[in-house]
């Protein structure tokens, strides 16, 4: 069997007792929050009067918004640190069960980083989720429009000017039925993914390729350099003048 | 997995608003499940002293608890609604009109509507514990083993059983909006079923265990997939094949060379930061200022001494102004989260029309590195736009997004015409009258080396479903239906009556229509 019959799925696991992980995570960041948030009141209103400080409220809360997020972003770097010292992220084919290691610690990776991921969804300027991105392991740039694409959460390198349609999914880990694979993703400078398609994991896209909209490619596939791929699974078409 | 900015996965129910009387039913949920929640503070007040470092300890736990109760709460009120409501209309499967005075469609509209706000909270984190629970508080047969955190589920006329998992994007739909009728059927999905991602299932598939679903397929209506007819050899044994035949693959000779595949839309962060901090700071500080300063002045002059600083509890309820308050916070909350929403709406719109009058908006083609007045008033206005369009969509009255876009200007939005939680253009977007728009893209400008500006003009009566993505310049005449995961290409135009699919898209004959679809429209009301 060649690894390319492979039907393209999903990689939607997860784990129910992750809850209990990112309310740790939760805690951990929103206690020093709120304690600032009393020290500062507590010493600003000895010095300014109390109209400045609610004209103000608004940029403080932004402020207290941004510590928060912050922290949040520092501690989940810290779990994620100590995970993978635990055990290395490694590419291959895994059992899909607890009991396999490489599966277990991929589940804590992802809870870890969809949860932030999440959070970030909800601070006021939306870019703030690129540096969530870049922190939490996934090589990107800050010239990059990425954001209303789902990104798998390692082992996915994405270059400069990179442009992600909306509802385009980058999958560097899939599900094979009982077995789960994990393959990294290159998308190099300059290249674009159409809406709503699918991004398998091995795939290649090389500079200044584009995929068209909805279309998918297959695991191991290779985009070659400044050429439209469009299809089901996705088939070279014409040279991009 | 990273989940997109703009738009909430997860369980979902339609934005079809058939009567704006509604919209009290839901402000009334809103107002209800609010209630328990400041009973639980009132108790949290007076057990822990405020001054104490323990407060602070546990006040993570506190917005967690918070957090249950409100899903708890918005759930059992909800479900109690939505008992009465069935009382009046017993929901039933079928073909119906898609027409206010179709008591199913009208009372179809009513059940999403009371499902919105628990739904909406359920979205807020990514678990599908959570979203299984509230699925199960509504009456739904599911397991607390299935992954469908990021799959866009409808929530009622389902059945799921064990160890399923849905793939990121992907559309289960019990209910579908297709040439003017409404077509409601149970969707089973049985044990072990994996779905692949951004697929459809159509009302009335029955899916069964151990089954695996490509990515990007689409079933029909009424489809049945028995795990033994389709069992591929070359594969292991675990995995099942079962792509449906709804879309042959794309073969090399279908692509006209005239019709260019349209490509990616997304909004590019130009590095204008000096402009987009300003802005962004005049908007976020103009429509934060009256609502923090409404909720500081409510809770010091009346919340915290008639309601949490009353001796015990029993006094909230004798003493009527303490009562008052009791019932009215909700629903002052309520009132300064629309306000803040309409600030931003008004803002938004004085930049814009700044922004218009300086250099007004026109579509073309413009080069990346040939940098203009046009190219950066466009991105001027999209950063503007994106923020307000990001709050109302993330809000929870999606519905605003209609009104506002009208009332901004930008776009122009028929009467009737209902939009999912979808990817909308910002600008040069028209739709007529009467149309549905489902989970999909509407792009008016693409990247291919150049930015390609171009409106969208869609109809009246024209039904686009989930996970299509509309190009720029596409025209999209009166009644055309477009069916799920269909591609337009550039200055596409789609005419006359009827239903197209595909990539490269194509219109299909009433006989192919048939069958793929499983049923004539038209005639058949009662199936």
Request: proline fraction near 4%; include cysteine.
């Amino acid at each position: 069997m060649r690894i390319n019959d492979i039907f393209v799925t999903n990689n939607a696991v997860e784990c129910n007792w992750g809850l209990l992980q990112n309310f740790i995570l939760v805690w951990l960041s929103l206690f020093p929050t709120s304690l600032l948030f009393v020290l500062f009141y507590n010493l600003f209103s000895l010095w300014i009067p109390t109209i400045v400080i609610i004209c103000f409220l608004p940029v403080s809360i932004v402020l207290y918004y941004g510590i928060f997020f912050l922290l949040l972003l520092f501690f989940s770097k810290l779990y994620l640190i100590i995970i993978n010292l635990i055990h290395k992220p490694k590419e291959g084919i895994f059992k899909r069960s607890l009991n396999d290691k490489d599966f277990l610690f991929f589940l804590l990776r992802r809870n870890l980083k969809r949860f932030t991921l999440k959070i970030y969804n909800y601070f006021p300027l939306p870019w703030a989720k690129l540096l969530a991105l870049r922190i939490l392991d996934i090589k990107i740039s800050y010239n990059t429009g990425v954001l209303d694409s789902y990104i798998d959460s390692d082992f996915v390198e994405i270059g400069n000017n990179v442009i992600l349609g909306e509802g385009s999914i980058i999958m560097s880990s899939m599900i094979i039925g009982n077995l789960f694979l994990i393959k990294k993703v290159i998308l190099k400078d300059g290249c674009t993914i159409g809406a709503f398609s699918v991004i398998s994991p091995g795939t290649v896209v090389e500079e200044g390729a584009i995929l068209g909209m909805g279309s998918y490619t297959q695991v191991n596939q290779y985009l070659k350099q400044n050429s439209i791929h469009v299809g089901r699974p996705a088939k070279s078409w014409e040279i991009n003048k | 997995m990273s989940s997109p900015v703009s738009i909430q996965d997860g369980p979902f129910a339609s934005n079809t608003l058939v009567s704006k009387k509604f919209l009290l039913i839901h402000i009334f949920i809103i107002w209800g499940s609010i209630l328990p929640v400041i009973i639980e503070l009132y108790a949290f007040w007076k057990v822990v002293d405020e001054n104490s470092i323990f407060f602070y300890f546990l006040l993570p736990f506190q917005i967690c608890i918070i957090y249950l109760i409100l899903i708890i709460s918005s759930a059992i009120l909800s479900k109690i609604l939505l008992g009465i409501i069935n009382l009046i209309h017993q929901p039933k499967e079928g073909i119906f009109n898609k027409d206010k005075n179709d008591k199913d469609y009208y009372f179809w509209s009513l059940r999403a509507v009371v499902k919105k706000w628990p739904i909406w909270l359920s979205n807020l984190i990514p678990s599908s514990f959570i979203k299984n629970l509230m699925l199960k508080i509504l009456g739904i047969r599911t397991d607390y083993s299935n992954k469908i955190f990021s799959g866009n589920i409808d929530v009622e006329f389902i059945e799921l059983g064990k160890n399923i998992i849905i793939g990121q994007g992907s559309s289960i739909k019990s209910s579908m909006i297709l040439q003017g009728h409404l077509i409601i059927k149970k969707v089973i999905i049985e044990d072990n079923v994996i779905i692949g991602s951004n697929s459809f299932i159509a009302p009335g598939t029955h899916i069964g265990s151990n089954m695996t679903l490509d990515s990007m397929s689409v079933t029909k209506i009424h489809q049945i997939f028995d795990p033994l007819s389709s069992h591929n050899q070359n594969l292991p044994e675990e995995i099942h094949k079962s792509s449906s035949d709804f879309f042959l693959n794309l073969n090399d000779g279908e692509l006209k060379k005239n019709s260019n595949t349209s490509l990616n839309p997304e909004d590019k962060f130009v590095k204008d930061l000096t402009y987009n901090i300003t802005t962004f700071g005049f908007i976020y500080f103009c429509s934060n200022f009256i609502p923090i300063l409404g909720i500081i002045y409510f809770c010091k002059e009346y919340f915290f001494p008639f309601c949490l600083n009353s001796p015990n509890f029993f006094q909230i309820l004798i003493n009527i102004q303490s009562f008052l308050i009791f019932l009215i916070t909700p629903l002052f909350l309520i009132f300064l989260i629309l306000i803040n929403l309409f600030t931003v709406i008004f803002i938004t719109k004085v930049f814009y029309k700044i922004i218009q009058y300086k250099n007004p908006a026109i579509e073309g083609s413009f080069h990346w590195n040939n940098k203009n007045q046009d190219f950066n008033s466009y991105f001027k206005r999209s950063f503007i736009l994106r923020y307000a369009k990001w709050k109302i969509q993330k809000s929870s009255f999606p519905w605003l997004i209609k009104p506002a876009f009208n009332f901004i200007g930008n776009c122009y939005f028929g009467k009737k015409t209902v939009i999912e939680n979808s990817y909308v253009a910002k600008e040069f977007l028209k739709v007529g009258e009467n149309s549905y728009i489902g989970k999909t893209l509407l792009a008016n400008h693409l990247w291919d080396k150049n930015l390609t500006i171009k409106g969208i003009t869609i109809g009246d009566n024209v039904n686009i479903s989930d996970n299509c993505c509309i190009a720029p310049g596409t025209e999209i005449e009166n009644g055309v239906s477009l069916l799920p995961l269909s591609v337009t290409s550039k200055y596409e135009k789609l005419t006359s009556i009827s239903v197209s699919i595909h990539s490269p898209i194509k219109t299909l004959p009433e006989e192919e229509l048939i069958r793929i679809i499983n049923y004539r429209l038209g005639d058949n009301r009662e199936d």
